[in-house]
C-alpha cells in the first residue's frame, strides 16, 4: 500500500542473501531462502574466525602474565585486540541469525544460537580477568591498570554479544503472514534509518515527515535482517484493518 501524497524518495532494498521481491500468494508458507542460507553460513564462517583470532589473543595475553617482568602496555595492547574480534564476530553472528533465525521450538538451539555472542565473551575475558588479579607477577598498580581494562572490555563483548530481542522463525512467519493479511496477500513494507516500525503506507505521518529523506521498501524480513525492525506500526494497522472493512459485501458486515 503506497498511499497518497508521498513525497519523500523511495528505495526498494535488498538483502545480503535475499534479491527477491515482495510476495502475493497468501496461501504460500514462509520459508527462508536458500539465498539467505547461503549468506548466513559465510557470515557465521568469519564470525568464528574473528572469535578464534580473539581467543588467540588472549592466549598471547596470559602468555605475557606468566613471563616476568610483564609488559603491561602489550597486554592491554592483546586486551583491546582480543575485544575488537570479540565484537566484530558477535556483530556478523548477529547478522547471520537475522538471515537464518532458529526455530523456536528447540529452546536449547534458540538460546544459545541467539546469546552465543554473550558466551563467547564470557570465554574470552572471565578467565582473563580472574588471571590478571590473582597474578603474582603483577604490582598492584598494574593489576588495578590491567583488571579495570579486562573488566571493561569484558562487559562491552557481553552487551554486544547479548540479543534483546532475538528472531524466530516463527516470528518471522507470523509477522510476514500479518502483513499479508493486511495488505491483500502482499508482503510489502516500508521503514527508515532510524525508525522502530514499519508500515503499510509510504505516506503514513510518522515516516512522511520532514525529518525523513528516504523511505525504504521491501519484505518483513528485509526491514528485520537490515535494520532490525520488529513491529508493525500500530496507526498503519487500523488503517488497513478500517480500509478492509470499508469494502466488506454488507452481508458480511452484518
Not at 50 to 72: K, S
Not at 95 to 121: H, T
Not at 161 to 182: A, C, H, R
Not at 201 to 215: G, H, L, V
Request: proline share 4%.
Amino acid at each position: 500500500m503506497k498511499g497518497k501524497g508521498t513525497t519523500k524518495k523511495i528505495t526498494r532494498v535488498s538483502s545480503p542473501g535475499n534479491t527477491s521481491t515482495a510476495t502475493t500468494d497468501n496461501s504460500e508458507p514462509f520459508v527462508i531462502s536458500d539465498e539467505n542460507k547461503s549468506a548466513a553460513r559465510k557470515y557465521r564462517i568469519f564470525a568464528v574466525i574473528a572469535w578464534l583470532l580473539a581467543f588467540g589473543a588472549e592466549i598471547g595475553a596470559i602468555v605475557l602474565l606468566n613471563r616476568p617482568p610483564v609488559n603491561t602496555t602489550w597486554l592491554i595492547v592483546l586486551i583491546i585486540v582480543g575485544l575488537v574480534f570479540v565484537v566484530t564476530g558477535s556483530l556478523l553472528w548477529k547478522k547471520a541469525n537475522r538471515l537464518n533465525p532458529a526455530s523456536e521450538k528447540d529452546k536449547f538451539r534458540f538460546f544459545v544460537q541467539n546469546q552465543l555472542g554473550v558466551i563467547i565473551a564470557i570465554l574470552a575475558f572471565l578467565p582473563l580477568v580472574i588471571l590478571i588479579f590473582n597474578n603474582k607477577n603483577l604490582t598492584g598498580k598494574q593489576k588495578t591498570l590491567t583488571g579495570i581494562i579486562a573488566i571493561a572490555a569484558l562487559v562491552i563483548a557481553s552487551i554486544v554479544g547479548i540479543d534483546f530481542n532475538p528472531p524466530s522463525i516463527e516470528q518471522y512467519q507470523e509477522q510476514t503472514q500479518e502483513v499479508k493479511d493486511l495488505n491483500n496477500g502482499v508482503d510489502h513494507v516500508y521503514w527508515t534509518k532510524s525508525g522502530r516500525s514499519y508500515h503499510l503506507y509510504s505516506d503514513c505521518s510518522y515516516i512522511n515527515t520532514d525529518r525523513t529523506d528516504e523511505i525504504f521498501e521491501g519484505t518483513v524480513v528485509q526491514a528485520r535482517e537490515l535494520k532490525n525492525i520488529t513491529d508493525l506500526c500500530d496507526y498503519c494497522k487500523r488503517r488497513a484493518l478500517r480500509e478492509k472493512e470499508s469494502v466488506l459485501p454488507a452481508d458480511t458486515v452484518n
